[in-house]
């Protein structure tokens, strides 16, 4: 999709690494994400405050292999500390319809800590639980929040998955400001083949615990990924407000990529494509509706629409 604005911007992000450089584990003793570079902690920090889509200043980052990673990382995290109090698994529950991955990212390794509790809006069990939000809602772009009701015996923990919370999806109203947030570079720039995430985290311990579920599961994370999504991130930064503005030519793209997308369902006696209410963006400074990455099409006439798309 970002193809074409890239190879206009060639020589904003891209970089050079001699190959006697780089070459230890280690990229700063004194973070508390050891193996994380110092120019992707700066250029995620003044993004975000560029941009306002999140409190970046106060929290701890940490930098996984995609946000997948860290989502691996974070339900480790909440879990590891009490296990020999646990029964049995916590339940990890996200409100429907949910991205497609999470039953099995809860129930990929059989865990004792975790496993997959399916739709939020259905938990009703008194005992604690995750609760993943995913804002705006990858598959139907909804803006969410959490759902269970929390009480003395329901206590549930949090975890804010940020993947398409950037302004040429959605209007920005206010930076987020959650224990756990979870971006990738995969939406923010449109480089999925990096592999670069992270997760801004408010507590020092639950940060240091998926930093170690990093360091035993990869020992780390690619410092060239690093080092590229640092100067890509930057690149979005210095263009920001520009004749060349990222999230500019993103909803532009997006913008046009719906109207079309409407005009044909319009034109369908078959389906229906949710509508958006309009809102007031901080970052553009505009007032315009939601432009997701997916389109949540329905058919009241038939029960299951993915098989009737796929024929």
């Known amino acids: 999709m970002y193809e074409t604005y890239w190879a206009k911007m060639e020589d904003k992000g891209s970089i050079m690494i001699p190959g006697g450089q780089k070459l230890s584990y280690f990229s700063s003793a004194d973070d508390l994400c050891w193996f994380m570079e110092p120019e992707l902690s700066d250029a995620i920090r003044r993004l975000h405050s560029v941009v ?9 980052i940490v930098v996984g292999t995609g946000s997948t990673q860290l989502l691996f990382a974070a339900l ?4 590891c500390t009490n296990s020999h109090l646990l029964d049995q698994p916590v339940p990890v529950v996200s409100a429907a319809p949910f991205y497609s991955c999470y039953p099995g990212i809860a129930d990929l390794v ?17 005992e604690p639980f995750i609760e993943i939000v995913n804002s705006p809602c990858n598959p139907d772009g909804s803006i969410r929040g959490p759902v269970v009701p929390q009480n003395d015996s329901r206590k549930g923990k949090l975890i804010h998955d940020f993947a398409y919370f950037w302004p040429q999806y959605t209007p920005i109203g206010a930076p987020a400001d959650h224990d756990i947030m979870l971006f990738t570079l995969s939406k ?15 507590d020092r311990s639950l940060a240091e615990k998926m930093v170690g579920f ?30 060349n503005d990222f999230f500019k030519y993103g909803q532009r793209l997006l913008t046009d990529r719906w109207r079309r997308l409407r005009e044909v369902v319009d034109k369908s006696e078959v389906f229906t494509v949710k509508d958006y209410e309009s809102d007031y963006c901080s970052f553009f400074k505009d007032i315009f509706k939601p432009n997701p990455a997916f389109a949540w099409l329905s058919c009241d006439h038939i029960s299951d629409t993915a098989s009737f798309l796929q024929g």
């Open 76 to 79: 480790y995290a909440l879990t």
């Open 188 to 202: 923010c720039t449109g480089h999925a083949g990096s592999r670069i995430g992270w997760a801004l985290v408010k």
């Open 52 to 60: 306002g889509n999140a409190v970046a200043e106060d929290k701890f």
């Open 214 to 243: 990093i360091n035993i599961a990869t020992i780390g994370v690619s410092k060239d990924a690093q080092l590229r999504a640092a100067k890509l991130m930057g690149a979005l930064a210095d263009q920001c407000g520009r004749e």
């Open 110 to 126: 059989r865990s004792g800590l975790y496993k997959w509790g399916g739709d939020a809006g259905k938990f009703d069990r008194e």
